[in-house]
């Protein structure tokens, strides 16, 4: 609307009040257009268009850590007033590196069948299976938790979500499996660690931190969750031994409100998207 030529062609034709009026509308209807959308669709902070969002309005938010970025290639998408709780890490086709998710608030995970959470979590099992080379569609969710912290999680509407995707998940933690290798990572093209606490038994030992690497080296996806371990919160040593080997640390402690806003409008935009997905499937049969 503001291009030279034009602005030339209607400097030349119509009076100077009309091209006047022509400027002061356009430029006006831009920036109200602009800022109504921010109102209406996008939340400070948020990379809103990002496919692991697709759908999701809020979140579940409580006890979190705050991510550090330390790789060129993460990028945080849900800031909460500086606090970043999860970021990305896209696959690297020369490296071979998959996709890597970094998720500091366990919360999500434990209320999966909460709020928008289950919509989250299948975006992430898709995103990670996109990104990566190597696509089975199966998921292991490990546990770091040497006595049997798995129990405190509610994994059947999770598991139920993926299925319908097409995924085979498979859950275990450090007390079934006490030790992991590249034996045990090998069927898997996704792994999700979950880092429940901070004690000496839930560390991994290096060859795991090795296998695991290798598992991100091969092109599978990593999902990395870290949370507040039972006496010592602060210590997110055991999420870190893995995360800093991929670019990301967990760092620092505090509460998010209970619901994260991630997008304003996406209810009425999922809604108009499937309408407007039935119109043309009735127009492409004509």
């Known amino acids: 609307m503001t291009a030279i030529p034009t602005l030339a062609l209607f400097w030349s034709v119509f009076k100077k009040r009309v091209f006047v009026l022509y400027l002061v509308i356009c430029i006006v209807g831009t920036i109200l257009i602009a800022y109504g959308s ?3 669709v996008f939340v400070p902070g948020v990379d809103t268009g990002n496919a692991l969002f697709r759908g999701v309005g809020h979140l579940s938010g409580g006890p979190s850590a705050v991510i550090e970025k330390k790789g060129p290639n993460v990028r945080v998408i849900l800031d909460v007033k500086d606090r970043r709780t999860i970021a990305v890490a896209d696959s690297d ?6 996709g890597i998710i970094f998720d500091a608030a366990l919360d999500r995970l434990k209320d999966a069948a909460r709020l928008d959470n289950l919509i989250y979590f299948s975006n992430a099992a898709q995103w990670l299976e996109q990104d990566g080379i190597n696509s089975k569609k199966t998921i292991l969710i490990y ?8 129990g405190t999680i509610k994994f059947e509407p999770l598991q139920n979500a993926l299925q319908k995707h097409g ?8 007390s079934q ?6 034996k045990h ?7 999700w660690m979950i880092f429940g606490e901070s004690t000496a038994d839930s560390r991994l030992k290096d060859d795991e931190i090795r296998a695991l690497s290798d598992f991100s080296s091969d092109g599978k996806g990593l999902l990395i969750i870290a949370g507040a371990g039972e006496g010592d919160e602060h210590d997110m040593g055991a999420a870190n ?5 991929l670019g990301a640390t967990f760092s620092s402690y505090g509460e998010y409100q209970k619901e994260i806003k991630v997008a304003n409008g996406s209810d009425f935009f999922n809604k108009a998207s499937a309408l407007i997905g039935r119109v043309l499937k009735i127009f492409h049969k004509a």
Do not use: E
Request: charged share 15%; glycine share 14%; proline share 2%.
């Open 143 to 150: 546990g770091s938790w040497r006595h049997g912290g798995n």
């Open 241 to 245: 031994q893995l995360s800093s080997k």
């Open 93 to 98: 086709p020369i490296g071979g590196q998959g």
């Open 177 to 182: 499996t006490h030790h992991l290798t590249n």
């Open 185 to 191: 990572l090998a069927d898997y093209s996704q792994i």
């Open 167 to 174: 995924f085979t998940v498979k859950v275990i933690d450090r």
């Open 38 to 40: 921010k109102v209406l």
